[in-house]
């Protein structure tokens, strides 16, 4: 089972990145699928869930309406388009599946497999 995230890298303030979970070693288009972020000096944070069973979105009130998630299930792919940017973005990006098919609270409990993580940092 594996969860590897990719597309991570310097950006400008309100620039746009768009970072991909690809996922291996089981069926993850069964379950709720997410991102939790943890900036220098914070917590984890849950900031995006897209369920399995009507692919209703899940987003933290600070990145709503500049960040979208989407998956395409053929490929067992999710994404975060991140518009917007701005230096309070800067953090370790996870994807995660989650142990049920809807979006759960946004908390590390319900996460069942976590991704390495990828970097993303907004910098002028």
């Known amino acids: 089972v594996q969860l590897q995230a990719f597309g991570g890298g310097l950006v400008q303030p309100g620039g746009s990145l768009r970072v991909s979970c690809v996922a291996s070693?089981?069926?993850?288009?069964?379950?709720?699928r997410g991102w939790f972020r943890q900036a220098p000096g914070k917590e984890r944070e849950g900031i995006s869930c897209?369920?399995?069973?009507?692919?209703?979105?899940y987003y933290l009130d600070s990145v709503k309406g500049r960040f979208t998630i989407s998956k395409d299930n053929t490929k067992n792919t999710m994404y975060l388009q991140m518009n917007s940017l701005n230096s309070e973005d800067t953090a370790v990006y996870y994807c995660?599946?989650?142990?049920?098919?809807?979006?759960?609270?946004?908390?590390?409990?319900?996460?069942?497999?976590w991704g390495q993580g990828t970097l993303v940092t907004v910098s002028s």
């Open positions: 897209i369920s399995y069973v009507d692919e209703t979105t």
């Open positions: 995660v599946t989650f142990k049920s098919a809807h979006c759960p609270p946004p908390e590390p409990f319900w996460v069942d497999y």
């Open positions: 070693g089981f069926k993850s288009t069964d379950y709720a």
